[in-house]
Every structure is written in C-alpha cells, then in structure tokens.
C-alpha cells in the first residue's frame, strides 16, 4: 500500500514551492470582480505561464507540464500555502479547458489552449439566461446557421468578470423546432465581436464581477462550433462535471481556509469564552477540510488508474459548497461585532478578508449548478430513487 | 476479494431473521457465526503467524468492518479482534504470564474457539464479557488483567440495542493474573483504544450505508399521492444529504486504517478524526432513514430499528463523537504554524 510521496513527486513539490517563493506577489492583488483586480490578475497569468506553472497537468503542446492529478494537487497545496493570487481563468482552464480536450477538433485546440493557458485570452462562461438558470434547458437564445457562420440573437446573465474576459463560451438553440436539451450548441465566441454588448451587474458586495450579455445578430463562424451542432447538452454537461469535481474548487483553498479559521480563534481568545460551541465548529472545518482532501486524493488515484467520476461530483459540490459557508459562517461568529466592519474600517483590526469570503461563501450553495439540483443528482442517478 | 467473502458469508449467514432469532436467545451470539468468521481469517487478521495469524493490518481490515456493520453483526469483532487480541500479542515477546497467556490463547482466538472481552476507563461496561472466554480487567490500582470467565461474576446491564449484550464484572485481582502495572496498562490500553475506536467508525460507515439503502428501497416502493415517495423532492434531499456525509467520512476512516498500519505518529488523531465523522454520518443516517420510513419505521417489526440502535451505541463507545474533537482539537488548536504536509494520502489499494 503506497501512501508516501513519490521521489519525483516530492521534488515536483520542491520545484513549485521555490518558483512560488520567488514568484507570487508579496501584496495580496485588488478583487479579480474589479477592473484593476483583473487587470492584476491577468498579468499573474501570463508570469504563472512563463514559469511554466499555468496548467501543470495539461499536455506540454497545450502550454502544460503534462503532470498527472496527484501533481496537480500537490501544485495547489503549494500554490495555496504561497498565498499565489486566485486564477481569473477559472472558467476557462478548469472548465472550459478540459471541454476542448475532450470534445475540440485539433485544431481548435491547438488555437485556445495555449492562449487560455497564457492568459491571453480570459474566457466568460455564458449558459443562464433570465429565464433559464436550474432549468438550463428552457435556453431560449438562438444561433442559426447561415453559410459558413451561426448567427446569434439572445442574452446570457451570471457571466462572470464578462466585462473584461476576451472571450465567452456559449450554449445556444441552433434547431429553431427544437425543445428542451435537443437542439443545443455549445459554441466560443469572442466578447469583441459585432452585436455583442456587455452589461455589468452590481453584486451585494459592490462589486461588479457578473454580466448580462446582449447577441444582437452576432456572427459566430462554424470552427468555433464545439461538439456537434445538436450535441451542446451532452458537451456542457461534460463541463458541469468539471465544475462539481476535481478541478474547480482544489482541496488546498479549503484547507487553507481551515488553517485560517484556527488562527483566528487563536487569535480571538475572547470569542471562545463569549459562545463555547466556536472551538467545536472550528475543529469541524477543519476535519471536513481534510475530509476533502482525502476524498479528492482517493478520486485522483481512481481516475488516473482509469477510472472516472460519475454523478459522484454532485455529492463533491454539495461538499466543498457547504463546507465553505459553514466554515465563513464560524468566522463571522469570531469575529462578534467586527464581522461587520470593512477590513478599511480602523475598529475592524485584523478582520482580513472574511466578510468578502463569506458573502462570496452564501454563493457556492448556488453556482456550479445549485445544491437541490445536486441533490437531485444524487439522489436519481448515485441512489437510484425514481424521477418522478 | 476479501470484502465480497465476508459480505456473502454475513449475507447469508447473519440475515435480519437470524439478528431476531439471536436476540430472544440467551446469550445473542453464535459460534457458528464467528467460525465462518475465524475461517476467513477475520478473527486472526492482525495477529502474527506463529499466532495463527495473517499478520496482516488494520488497511486489510477496514472493508470487512463496514460489512459487518452493514450486517449489524452481533459478534465481538473490534473488542477481540482490534482491542484485546493484539493488546495480547504485545506482551508475547516480554516472556513471564503475560507471554504464556498470549501463546495459549491467541491461537484460539484466530481459530474461533475463543472470544475475549476488555475493559477500559472509555466504556462503563464490558461488552460480551458472557461468551468471552478470556477478559482483560482492569483493577482498582490501574493494572491490567487477564481472568478466565469461570473466575468472575457478571451482572448484565440492559441496554437498547437488543444484540449489544453489557457487562460490569465482579472479580479479584491476582499475582497470576497480572499482565501489566499501571504504567504499562495505560499504553497498552491507549494503543487498543485507538484500535476499537477505529473498528467502530468503520463499521458505522457500513451501518450508515445500509440505513440510507434500507430508506432508498423503502422509498421507492412505498407509493402515496399516486407515486413512490421517493420520488418527491424532500425525501430525496433527506436522503443526499445522508450520503454525502457518509461518502466523505469513507476517505478518513480508511486513512485512518493505513496510518495504524504504518505506525504514523499522527495515528490516534487521525482515528479520533474518523470516529468523529463516522459517529456523525451514520447518526444523520438514522434519523434520516426513520423519518424516510415514516410512521412504519418506528415499529419494532421493521427491521430499521436494529441498525439505528447499534449506530446509537457505537457512537458512544470507545469514545463519542465530541471527545474524539476534542483530541484533535488539543493537537490542531496548539499547532498550526504553517507545516507542510508530507507523505500520507495516496489511498490506492483501499477500494
């Protein structure tokens, strides 16, 4: 029974550690949902690419190291105990990316990976409309074919950081006869293209990270067509298995945050004594934290042994999502009458960033699909109830 | 593989209607029962050859616990196989009584002729201390014993869970039955602890499993409102909720296995970690299955009460849910500068 790291394992760790330490920014950068943030942001990925370090278990020809999972996560241990700057690629390395791999002619991957991997081109993630969020198939915007491009009409919402992403990966209705999940088409566009007009959306933090995005006859040529014309549902429901799983959300921001959350009641001595139940609910933070980390570790080793994640990532989301938000909840606790204060406000003293990771916490139950459709999941395809 | 040998044997051997027909007898356990356990080397397991043994580890172990806890299994496994048994065979090389009592009796217990009972400061009672053949006793000045069954009274404690069979024992302390002194007692007793805490929360991963399946099967045929209850949406989030617990106390309580395994120094708080969250996911299986089964799953007639019960006890034997935080609690709250994790967490093998 293998539990050690390897030899070349705990040198790749070395590896990363060193460039981290020489590398991450000794400042924490502004809000990625900010245009300076992002801006920041963007310039951490081009630095992460140059090192080598952008998407370490992407094949080399697509600006990867061709690393396997277990490197993947140790990278992210390191990545997160460096403090590194959050990637404002997410939704195009861990989604999108592995989306292409899967399902791109060659040539299509040969043209994004690399720029995604650069950060060069920062993609948006368009599937929710107003009236189309749970029900992700009640997508009503339309891309009709016309000669050797699609011609899109519609909106998308939720899309976020679309204000200054280059890019935006789309599901549209290509059959106008079509109901449903049928007729679906996941296609790339570009945000500067002709009829596309961005709105942002005020968050209740202030911040504007959201979109709507307007197609006003949008001409989007077929080589950005991903999948088969018809096939979208099958292809974004690839990708939602990516935003469940592995990727999107590692073990080692969890844990982090768990590490956090013990300091802060070290550093809080008084909470304790004002509500004595706080130790506990720490302690449990960080036993759930670990819980993933292991849980992850053990889906690695299946899926590098070949096997693959089912309808496991929803028990995965309902996890990590519930885990975030109790562990942020525990720290408003601590943290009393601060918890309110901005980390700006002279009486907050050290209160960090745990009101913005909290408000950004109350969204996980809801993004990536949200936990009673998860339970859904679960329920249908891992325990076999009836539908229904 | 060795789980599907013992799920087939307890499937067939250890069903609901021998669970009934063993708790109106007498004493709540079959011999033949533990000797098709002896003879698929279950009883035996971790104690060396010459023992009788496989000289295998808790890692081999871990599977065939959660089958015996989706069994609800009646039997002594974690206090003689994980608890005493090994206690024993660390004495074996010290040579004197301690020595000749492990060589006597150890290979009865990997034959399934012997089954022992041990007491210890965690639990008010002694469990099976009545089949046991061989107990550990601790005496008033902390030292640690071994006495024959003929040689001690045993007053039953009634308890809940209609299988569990408790014990307090009057006896007398001997030169002759001397194993350990206080000082040696306590190590010996701080290692079986975290042994049987371990058994426990992999037998609660099984117990918790079968709670959610005995609710799923429930659920999907029990039809009201012109469909299967299961089909509404309430009971189908009670009862995800349910799995995901269970699903990720499994990664803990097998680490948990292979860190006993290696000896990792960490190992008590790893245990301490899997208890907690076992204890916690197969409570939340409970009480998710009852109110999934509704009024019929309070009766004594539907077998769910049985698995409920045991999840109950377990919870609280070799140390509750909440202590086992507290362990980690002292270690993690008084250390957590930045350390990087080394080794530990490849679980391949334990699938």
């Known amino acids: 029974m293998d539990l050690d790291y390897t030899k070349e394992q705990r040198a790749f760790r070395a590896e990363a550690r060193e460039w981290l330490k020489a590398n991450v920014p000794g400042q924490a950068l502004p809000s990625m949902d900010t245009e300076q943030g992002f801006a920041a942001h963007r310039e951490w990925e081009t630095k992460l690419n140059e090192g080598g370090w952008a998407m370490v278990s992407w094949p080399v020809e697509y600006g990867g190291r061709g690393v396997d999972l277990i490197e993947w996560l140790i990278f992210e241990e390191e990545y997160y105990r460096a403090g590194a700057p959050g990637r404002v690629n997410q939704n195009g390395i861990f989604l999108l990316g592995p989306t292409l791999m899967e399902y791109g002619s060659d040539e299509q991957k040969a043209r994004f990976l690399p720029r995604m991997a650069a950060g060069i081109d920062v993609w948006a993630q368009g599937w929710s409309e107003p009236n189309a969020g749970s029900d992700m198939a009640a997508i009503r915007t339309t891309a009709f074919r016309d000669g050797d491009q699609y011609v899109v009409n519609g909106q998308k919402t939720w899309c976020s950081r679309a204000v200054w992403a280059d890019w935006i990966f789309c599901i549209f209705r290509t059959d106008p006869d079509s109901e449903r999940h049928r007729g679906l088409s996941f296609m790339l566009v570009p945000l500067d293209a002709e009829g596309v007009q961005v709105r942002a959306i005020e968050q209740l933090d202030g911040e504007t990270g959201f979109a709507e995005v307007f197609f006003d006859n949008v001409r989007v040529p077929v080589d950005q067509l991903l999948g088969e014309e018809g096939g979208g549902w099958k292809v974004a429901m690839s990708t939602a298995g990516f935003e469940r799983g592995l990727m999107l959300r590692s073990p080692a921001r969890y844990q982090a945050t768990a590490r956090k959350l013990v300091a802060l009641l070290r550093d809080n001595p008084e909470a304790a004594q004002r509500d004595p139940t706080l130790g506990d609910r720490v302690i449990r933070g960080w036993m759930q934290a670990e819980a993933y980390a292991l849980q992850t570790y053990r889906t690695a080793s299946r899926i590098i042994g070949g096997g693959s994640i089912g309808a496991e990532s929803s028990l995965n989301k309902i996890f990590w999502s519930e885990m975030d938000l109790a562990m942020h909840e525990t720290a408003m606790a601590l943290l009393g009458p601060r918890a309110e204060l901005l980390p700006t406000a002279r009486a907050a003293g050290d209160v960090g960033d745990w009101l913005d990771g909290f408000q950004f916490a109350l969204a996980g139950p809801i993004y990536a699909g949200t936990n009673e459709i998860q339970r859904n999941i679960a329920a249908e395809r891992l325990l076999g109830l009836p539908r229904g | 593989?060795?789980?599907?040998?013992?799920?087939?044997?307890?499937?067939?051997?250890?069903?609901?209607?021998?669970?009934?027909?063993?708790?109106?007898?007498?004493?709540?356990?079959?011999?033949?029962?533990?000797?098709?356990?002896?003879?698929?080397?279950?009883?035996?397991?971790?104690?060396?050859?010459?023992?009788?043994?496989?000289?295998?580890?808790?890692?081999?172990?871990?599977?065939?616990?959660?089958?015996?806890?989706?069994?609800?299994?009646?039997?002594?496994?974690?206090?003689?196989?994980?608890?005493?048994?090994?206690?024993?065979?660390?004495?074996?090389?010290?040579?004197?009584?301690?020595?000749?009592?492990?060589?006597?009796?150890?290979?009865?217990?990997?034959?399934?002729?012997?089954?022992?009972?041990?007491?210890?400061?965690?639990?008010?009672?002694?469990?099976?201390?009545?089949?046991?053949?061989?107990?550990?006793?601790?005496?008033?000045?902390?030292?640690?014993?071994?006495?024959?069954?003929?040689?001690?009274?045993?007053?039953?404690?009634?308890?809940?869970?209609?299988?569990?069979?408790?014990?307090?024992?009057?006896?007398?302390?001997?030169?002759?039955?001397?194993?350990?002194?206080?000082?040696?007692?306590?190590?010996?007793?701080?290692?079986?602890?975290?042994?049987?805490?371990?058994?426990?929360?992999?037998?609660?991963?099984?117990?918790?499993?079968?709670?959610?399946?005995?609710?799923?099967?429930?659920?999907?045929?029990?039809?009201?409102?012109?469909?299967?209850?299961?089909?509404?949406?309430?009971?189908?989030?009670?009862?995800?909720?349910?799995?995901?617990?269970?699903?990720?106390?499994?990664?803990?309580?097998?680490?948990?296995?292979?860190?006993?395994?290696?000896?990792?120094?960490?190992?008590?708080?790893?245990?301490?970690?899997?208890?907690?969250?076992?204890?916690?996911?197969?409570?939340?299986?409970?009480?998710?299955?009852?109110?999934?089964?509704?009024?019929?799953?309070?009766?004594?007639?539907?077998?769910?009460?049985?698995w409920m019960k045991r999840a109950w006890a377990l919870e609280m034997t070799w140390g509750g849910s909440a202590w086992h935080r507290g362990r980690l609690a002292d270690a993690v709250l008084a250390d957590i500068d930045n350390k990087p994790r080394e080794g530990q967490l490849q679980l391949q093998g334990v699938n």
């Open chain 2, 1 to 306: 593989m060795f789980r599907d040998s013992v799920r087939a044997l307890l499937e067939r051997d250890c069903t609901a209607d021998v669970l009934r027909e063993l708790w109106a007898g007498e004493s709540g356990r079959s011999d033949g029962l533990w000797s098709g356990l002896a003879e698929l080397g279950l009883t035996g397991l971790l104690l060396a050859e010459e023992h009788g043994g496989l000289g295998m580890a808790e890692v081999d172990l871990v599977l065939a616990l959660e089958e015996s806890g989706r069994a609800c299994l009646p039997e002594p496994l974690v206090e003689t196989v994980l608890a005493a048994a090994p206690l024993l065979e660390t004495l074996a090389a010290g040579g004197g009584t301690p020595a000749s009592v492990a060589d006597k009796w150890l290979p009865l217990v990997a034959a399934g002729e012997a089954r022992l009972a041990i007491e210890h400061p965690a639990n008010p009672c002694v469990a099976d201390a009545h089949v046991a053949e061989l107990l550990l006793l601790l005496a008033a000045d902390g030292s640690l014993h071994a006495v024959e069954r003929a040689q001690v009274e045993l007053i039953r404690q009634p308890c809940n869970d209609a299988a569990r069979r408790l014990f307090t024992v009057d006896w007398k302390p001997g030169d002759d039955s001397l194993l350990a002194k206080a000082a040696g007692a306590t190590r010996l007793l701080d290692a079986a602890f975290d042994r049987a805490a371990f058994g426990c929360a992999a037998q609660q991963l099984g117990i918790g499993q079968k709670l959610i399946d005995l609710a799923v099967d429930y659920a999907g045929q029990r039809e009201q409102f012109g469909r299967a209850i299961g089909s509404f949406q309430a009971v189908k989030h009670h009862l995800a909720t349910a799995q995901v617990a269970v699903e990720f106390a499994r990664p803990v309580v097998y680490r948990a296995a292979c860190s006993l395994a290696t000896g990792h120094t960490d190992a008590g708080l790893h245990v301490s970690q899997a208890k907690a969250m076992a204890d916690e996911a197969a409570l939340l299986a409970a009480r998710t299955s009852l109110q999934v089964h509704g009024g019929i799953g309070y009766t004594w007639e539907v077998d769910l009460h049985a």
